[in-house]
């Protein structure tokens, strides 16, 4: 019923620039917050940044003034601009939408994208 689709990974050189998109799809009626989290190999996954329907952000310490999230609420999308990268930076990234309402539904439920491989490295 809802899919989130993502684009914009790829490879990157040290102090280079990705832009990653997450659009929703399906019958949403609303998403409470979106966000990015990323998984490298042979660690847990974890929060990179996320914002509310409010435009309430936050940020992980690791990125914190180097990535910047937006998200367009009429398109039911997130994007995450990455600056200044780093090769501790490459991992899969995942898109997440919190508490979507369905048309139709009456519970709210969390949804994750497919992942999409960013990778830092000269």
């Known amino acids: 019923q809802v899919q989130l689709v993502e684009s914009g990974g790829g490879l990157v050189q040290p102090g280079g620039s990705l832009r990653l998109s997450c659009a929703a799809a399906?019958?949403?009626?609303?998403?409470?917050?979106m966000g990015w989290y990323r998984q490298a190999p042979g660690k847990q996954r974890e929060l990179v940044a996320d914002?509310?329907?409010?435009?309430?952000?936050k940020y992980a310490d690791a990125v914190q003034g180097r990535f910047t999230i937006s998200r367009d609420n009429a398109k039911k999308t997130v994007y995450l601009q990455m600056d200044s990268l780093k090769p501790e930076d490459t991992a899969v990234y995942y898109c997440?939408?919190?508490?979507?309402?369905?048309?139709?539904?009456?519970?709210?439920?969390?949804?994750w994208g497919q992942g999409t491989q960013v990778t830092v490295s000269s």
């Open positions: 997440r939408a919190e508490r979507v309402e369905v048309l139709g539904m009456t519970n709210v439920n969390d949804y």
């Open positions: 399906g019958n949403i009626h609303s998403i409470y917050a």
């Open positions: 914002i509310t329907y409010q435009d309430n952000k």
